[in-house]
């Protein structure tokens, strides 16, 4: 129960899989500009649902649009872009630029090749399908990665999930977080979680009185003791 419920919590204050998709594609197109400058659009089509399409807005001999096919891989990328794995996402993004902008002949942050100069010639065909392999490529130290975010993940969803209690407010420690409780005459200490050690926190008496509030800020205090990682 505890874990359900700091997994609800967590979802409740990060995108949706689409949300975090789209993110990646409007940073995509930043990053080629910032890179290139070529401007792109780049999409999902509603008739074809597995694709992403990257569209060239300037002139050129090669296609206009190519499609790139979404597998598995880049799906579980998108889930950890979800999920504010740090870095990941700008880290992404230039890599997949770095192969679109090759394909049509941008092969460094300034130098633009003659096969993007403007031109009247006819396209061959709407679309051209590239297999881009930058997700492959990506490397993360998986498990370093994963422990920061879910330890700092944790801490948000736990704060912000406690200070929506009126007067609620979290301190964070070297060592520890507290839970006090600021009223106009004084600030009462509710519960200490220690932060290097998992699973080990004390709820004071103050938050013990608090009967049917204790009911709901126990069960988050206790999720988040559980997700600590000592270091």
């Given at each position: 129960?505890?874990?359900?419920?700091?997994?609800?919590l967590?979802?409740?204050?990060?995108?949706?899989?689409?949300?975090?998709?789209?993110?990646?594609?409007?940073e995509?197109?930043?990053?080629?500009?910032?890179?290139?400058?070529?401007?792109?659009?780049?999409?999902?089509?509603?008739?074809?649902?597995n694709?992403?399409?990257?569209e060239?807005?300037?002139?050129?001999?090669?296609?206009?649009?190519?499609?790139?096919?979404?597998?598995?891989?880049f799906?579980?990328?998108?889930?950890?872009?979800?999920?504010?794995?740090?870095?990941?996402?700008?880290?992404f993004?230039r890599?997949?630029?770095?192969?679109?902008?090759?394909?049509?002949?941008f092969?460094?942050?300034?130098a633009?090749?003659s096969?993007n100069?403007?031109?009247?010639?006819?396209?061959?065909?709407?679309?051209?399908?590239?297999?881009?392999?930058?997700?492959?490529?990506?490397?993360?130290?998986?498990?370093?990665?994963?422990?920061?975010?879910?330890?700092?993940?944790?801490?948000?969803?736990?704060?912000?999930?406690?200070?929506?209690?009126?007067?609620?407010?979290?301190i964070?420690?070297?060592?520890?977080?507290?839970?006090?409780?600021?009223?106009?005459?004084?600030?009462?200490?509710?519960a200490?979680?220690?932060?290097?050690?998992?699973?080990?926190?004390?709820?004071e008496?103050?938050?013990?009185?608090?009967?049917?509030?204790?009911?709901?800020?126990?069960?988050?205090?206790?999720?988040?003791?559980?997700?600590?990682?000592?270091?």
């Amino acid at each position: 129960m505890k874990k359900k419920q700091l997994a609800k919590l967590k979802k409740q204050f990060r995108p949706s899989f689409n949300n975090a998709r789209a993110l990646l594609f409007r940073e995509m197109e930043k990053q080629a500009m910032a890179m290139y400058e070529l401007p792109v659009t780049v999409g999902i089509k509603l008739e074809t649902p597995n694709e992403m399409s990257i569209e060239f807005l300037g002139e050129t001999t090669r296609d206009q649009i190519i499609s790139v096919p979404l597998d598995e891989h880049f799906n579980l990328v998108v889930k950890r872009i979800q999920s504010s794995e740090t870095g990941l996402l700008e880290r992404f993004s230039r890599k997949l630029v770095n192969e679109f902008a090759n394909y049509w002949g941008f092969t460094d942050e300034s130098a633009v090749t003659s096969e993007n100069a403007p031109t009247s010639a006819p396209k061959e065909s709407p679309a051209t399908e590239v297999e881009i392999e930058a997700a492959q490529d990506i490397e993360v130290p998986a498990a370093d990665t994963e422990s920061s975010f879910d330890e700092d993940s944790a801490f948000a969803t736990f704060k912000e999930a406690i200070t929506a209690f009126p007067k609620f407010e979290v301190i964070e420690h070297s060592d520890s977080v507290q839970v006090v409780e600021k009223t106009a005459k004084e600030e009462r200490l509710l519960a200490t979680i220690s932060t290097s050690e998992k699973n080990v926190f004390t709820i004071e008496p103050a938050l013990e009185r608090k009967y049917k509030l204790k009911l709901e800020v126990i069960p988050v205090i206790e999720a988040f003791a559980q997700s600590i990682t000592p270091a």
